[in-house]
């Protein structure tokens, strides 16, 4: 028979015939059949039932199964033995897991089947054994909701005595490790469905056997109480709350608040955890619980405890008001948390932008039941801004939107204010915990200013905005902890992770601070970024070196790049062996910072005699970008002429506007004035200035070129040209200029508009040539006096254009490919001040990466191609600024959405902002200019920028997770910052306890000038009015 059965299931036939046959099959079994018949077939049927390729087989197998048991008992006894479930728990079937629930499933279906036989005793202690050690193993909510239903249907299996106590609170661990990754509706509802049985089944334990209540109720405080960090248990504990009897509360509040064995940090976390079973649907009198924890708390006098908890979970629970399933558990809980908290306005601020929102929804979800709790939840915000007034701007809205609703009367909100206090004596407590000064809405970091070292603040910053630079550096495998790039990352871990709203970079400033930096003093912040960048430079240049002297059996290739993971980065004695971005013999051994901030020039010198070329390839990390001198010249003639009203600009105030003071005071004869011509001329732009760098220079007279070929001086034109393009582009606006009269370096104060994107001409390298030579040197980091050199070398020649332009017939001419790259801008560094020795630096950074720069700027702009449709071939070879279009420039500049991916870091503050306010501040603060900007090179699809540089390798789709040892470092500060903050709320309680917390909302700062700069960091105050000396010299 078994083997019909067999060849039935594996053949052809269509399904009504399988059907036909198998109950032919059923039907014999009331024959006569022998023992070995039997086993075979109930081989056969198992293998169906648990290996079955479809639902048919396995159909198919529970019929013949339950047909051959029921007529053939002994003989099926025999075959389900103790023995055999015992392998089906520890080993499983075949290549059927013990863990799967059909195992569970098929031992059900059979101790159906012999529920009436003695040796079913035997099975159920093995059972009994066998599901204490599955539940401590942690299974998944499938396997546990069948084995639910398998206990629930054979108590007998169930764990006896002390077991039972064990078996409960393991049952409780495995729920608590339970967690839903579903998405869809379907698979949620199967998930509560499982966890729901689970549940059920202990519930009925503690039904049959009260002795296991308490311990497993326990088990459910040590689990929720845990402050380990590395466990987060699931709010599918919840689904236990509504099976332990009411009347028990009382009891069991006062055990756990009473309990001295119970330190504040597990009550807190376990209070916490409870308020997030508001969300588990289904669940009932969580908010019972919660509320009743939080008054045992109040009655011990722990409220700490309690302020930590409402300031920390308030929003939460106000979410929660959403979801009309756990809507009206979540205010229960929400108005108790608010009534209570009366010595500060602070948790009810939390939740006020969200309440008018709510208020229309309710309005117009359509829920029956949406009335009432409108009417219920306008009383309680009637209650709160009766508490706290005097915040009409935060309440103008919220009246309106409840205007029609009715009021409860003053009477009614002081009876209910008094009953939810937390004691009736409002100064008999200790304020307890103030909320801590947390991050900005902006989710970023500030930096705490240590004495005039904005300059250091604004480029660390910009840096750690540089998104591809900061995922980079946090993703170095670095060994040594005294290099400079170890602590530059350490530093952009704490900016990504801490919970502080500003850190202290006092260790890196220690070891990036230039030699000749005085401490204290204000600084070049252009200055300190070459430095920087080089020290990195030639440190990863000398571990490199140091490891390539180091023996090694492997290949070259392999030393540089070993690591055991594959391709990805590897270390270097140290440091990360990136990808290399170009396929030029060499570059496998390029730096970080060669590969994200390095390009490459060529000077090329052509005398105009013999037209011998040369040419110099040098490095590059920033360009410095001159200005015109006929801007920066202020005593030239053409710089006041007679229909020009000058306009002085004083050293006074650094972030005021204009100051024109009084004809013949001391202002106005203040040797280091600034005159700033009023002209109808347009404004430069950042396009005109890297132009300007671009542009040819004629050599003669007194910096005549010494040709070689005509052994004699010579005039000669010089021309720079980018042929290798960086990742990110770093310009520097030359605004300080040294004014030889007067001995001092003046600023130019010009306002140079900012394109949000720009194309860079980059050549193709050149074509090795007669009379041409090609250099290169290492890495070169300009000294202070090199971009004054340069702005001088850059000065336009005043020789007719025909003489530049002339041309000798017959010169060798090399042809050269020019590609115009796209950039997308990515940091700018301001100057609010008029000189290099005082004033103060801060920056506007957007987040941007590589990966997703293309997609971000697309959605923002629509760039106007011009090249291709009639544009001059010559404009590939000069900077331009592609055209955006009207309407979507305007979206950008006024969506609230779009204003957010802009930031400004001014010391410990970071806020929102929008490129609109980027492109203005010098137009509103007149000394607030642009000095250091930051574009990333942006490649659109299908185009390949030097040979497809960065294609692939130094792209970085997300933030790298955090190695264990700066994950380390980052939670001990953070710890180190709680204690802090407890310390210093402790301290102000027993100096006032009563004190009152102030409330400033946390804004934007595009209608304020920056902050200051000091030891007192930014936000506009601790540094004095914004006319007082102490901000002026740092």
């Known amino acids: 028979m078994d083997k019909i059965l067999e060849g039935l299931v594996s053949s052809d036939h269509s399904v009504p015939v399988k059907r036909a046959i198998v109950k032919k099959v059923v039907e014999a079994a009331e024959r006569e059949v022998t023992e070995d018949q039997c086993q075979a077939l109930f081989t056969l049927t198992t293998r169906l039932i648990l290996l079955g390729e479809d639902a048919f087989q396995k159909q198919i197998g529970f019929q013949v199964l339950e047909a051959y048991a029921r007529y053939h008992r002994p003989e099926f006894e025999r075959f389900f033995s103790k023995d055999f479930v015992l392998s089906l728990l520890q080993q499983g079937y075949g290549q059927l897991d013990r863990k799967d629930p059909a195992i569970i499933e098929y031992i059900h279906c059979c101790l159906r089947l012999l529920i009436s036989c003695p040796s079913v005793l035997e099975i159920f202690g093995v059972i009994q054994v066998e599901v204490l050690r599955m539940v401590c193993e942690r299974p998944e909510p499938a396997f546990c909701a069948r084995l639910s239903t398998l206990l629930s249907d ?51 334990i503690w039904k049959a056997d009260p002795a296991t209540l ?23 504990l919840a689904s236990l709350v509504q099976h332990i009897p009411v009347q028990m509360i009382t009891v069991l509040i006062k055990s756990l608040t009473t309990d001295q064995n119970v330190r504040d940090a597990s009550m807190t976390k376990a209070l916490c955890r409870m308020i997030d079973w508001l969300s588990w649907p289904l669940a009932q009198h969580v908010d019972t619980w919660v509320i009743a924890l939080l008054k045992g708390l109040a009655a011990v006098q722990k409220f700490t405890i309690l302020i930590d ?26 108005s108790h948390m608010l009534l209570s908290f009366q010595h500060s306005p602070e948790a009810f601020h939390l939740v006020v932008p969200d309440v008018v929102d709510l208020v229309q929804s309710l309005r117009t979800d359509g829920l029956p039941t949406s009335k009432a709790f409108l009417l219920q939840f306008t009383e309680l915000i009637h209650c709160m801004m009766y508490q706290y007034s005097g915040f009409p701007d935060l309440y103008d809205n919220i009246l309106e939107a409840i205007k029609d609703l009715p009021k409860p009367a003053e009477e009614k909100i002081k009876l209910v204010l008094n009953q939810s206090a937390w004691t009736s004596q409002s100064n008999s407590f200790s304020s307890g915990l103030l909320r801590q000064a947390g991050k900005s809405e902006t989710g970023k970091t500030g930096l705490v200013n240590l004495g005039n070292t904005c300059y250091m603040n604004s480029i660390i910053q910009t840096l750690f905005m540089a998104t591809d630079f900061r995922r980079h550096v946090l993703s170095l495998h670095l060994n040594s902890s005294n290099t400079l790039m ?47 960048l080089d020290r990195l430079h030639e440190e990863e240049k000398t571990l490199q070196a140091l490891d390539s002297a180091k023996p090694k059996a492997a ?11 594959g391709p990805t980065p590897a270390e270097v004695n140290g440091q990360t062996c990136l990808t290399p971005g170009e396929t030029r013999p060499g570059d496998d051994r390029r730096t970080l910072i060669e590969k994200l901030f390095g390009g490459k020039l060529i000077t090329s010198i052509r005398c105009m005699q013999c037209n011998c070329i040369s040419e110099k390839e040098e490095p590059f990390t920033d360009l410095s970008l001159a200005f015109c001198p006929s801007t920066t010249f202020q005593d030239s003639p053409q710089t006041q002429g007679p229909l020009e009203e000058p306009r002085v600009l004083c050293q006074g105030s650094v972030n005021g506007g204009s100051e024109v003071p009084e004809p013949g005071s001391a202002s106005a004869l203040a040797s280091n004035a600034h005159f700033v011509p009023v002209t109808n001329e347009p404004p430069l732009s950042v396009p005109d200035l890297v132009n300007y760098f671009l542009a040819p220079e004629i050599l003669d007279e007194d910096n005549a070129y010494f040709c070689e070929k005509c052994s004699s001086l010579q005039r000669a034109e010089k021309t720079i ?11 520097t606006l030359l605004r300080f200029s040294y004014d030889a009269k007067c001995h001092i370096r003046r600023k130019i104060l010009d306002n140079v508009t900012i394109p949000p994107l720009i194309r860079l001409p980059v050549h193709d390298p050149p074509i090795p040539t007669r009379c041409s030579s090609s250099t290169s040197s290492p890495l070169q980091v300009d000294s202070p006096e090199s971009s004054e050199n340069l702005a001088k070398k850059l000065k336009s020649s005043q020789h007719d254009e025909e003489e530049e332009k002339a041309r000798i017939d017959g010169a060798e001419e090399i042809s050269r490919a020019v590609q115009s790259v796209p950039y997308v801008l990515s940091s700018v560094v301001m100057h609010s001040g008029i000189s290099s020795e005082s004033g103060h630096y801060y920056s506007y950074g957007c987040n941007i990466n590589g990966a997703d720069a293309v997609q971000q700027t697309a959605n923002q702009f629509s760039i106007k191609e011009d090249l291709g449709n009639g544009q001059a071939e010559g404009s590939l070879c000069t900077c331009s600024a592609p055209s955006v279009s009207q309407e979507q420039g305007g979206t950008l500049h006024n969506s609230g959405q779009e204003a957010k991916d802009w930031l400004l870091f001014n010391d410990s503050r970071v806020t929102f902002t929008s490129f609109q306010s980027v492109q203005n501040i010098t137009n509103r603060f007149p000394k607030d200019t642009a000095y250091v900007l930051m574009y990333r090179k942006q490649e659109l699809p299908g185009q390949s920028v030097n040979g497809g540089l960065m294609a692939s390798g130094m792209r970085l789709s997300a933030e790298p997770p955090l190695q264990k040892e700066l994950l380390d470092a980052v939670i001990k500060d953070n710890k180190l910052y709680l204690q802090e903050q407890e310390l210093s709320a402790r301290t102000q309680a027993l100096q006032a306890p009563s004190s009152s917390c102030s409330f400033r909302p946390n804004g934007s700062d595009d209608n304020n000038p920056p902050g200051s700069c000091g030891p007192s960091g930014g936000g506009g105050g601790g540094g004095g009015g914004f006319n007082t000396i102490s901000r002026l010299v740092f």
């Open 486 to 532: 170890k602590k530059l990352q350490l530093l952009f871990a704490f900016l990504a992770h801490t919970q502080r709203a500003a850190y202290a970079p006092r260790n890196f400033l220690e070891a990036s601070r230039p030699p000749w930096f005085n401490v204290g003093s204000q600084q070049d912040c252009s200055e300190y970024l070459r430095f920087l």
């Open 555 to 565: 290949s070259p290739t392999d030393a540089s790049c070993k690591d055991p993971a």
């Open 154 to 204: 054979f108590v007998q299996c169930i764990p006896r005595d002390k077991s039972s106590v064990l078996f409960c609170q393991q049952l409780v661990r495995t729920i608590s490790s339970f967690h839903c990754f579903a998405s869809q509706e379907q698979e949620l509802r199967e998930y509560v469905g499982q966890v729901t049985k689970v549940s059920a089944l202990l519930q009925s």
């Open 309 to 334: 908890v409402t300031l920390l979970k308030i929003e939460l629970v106000f979410s929660r008001l959403w979801y009309p399933i756990v809507r009206q558990g979540a205010l229960a809980v929400l």
């Open 214 to 236: 308490l311990p497993s109720l326990q088990e459910v405080f040590a689990i929720i109480s845990s402050t380990d960090p590395s466990f987060d248990p699931s709010i599918a």
């Open 721 to 731: 040209k980018v042929v290798s393009a960086p990742e990110y582009l770093i310009l």
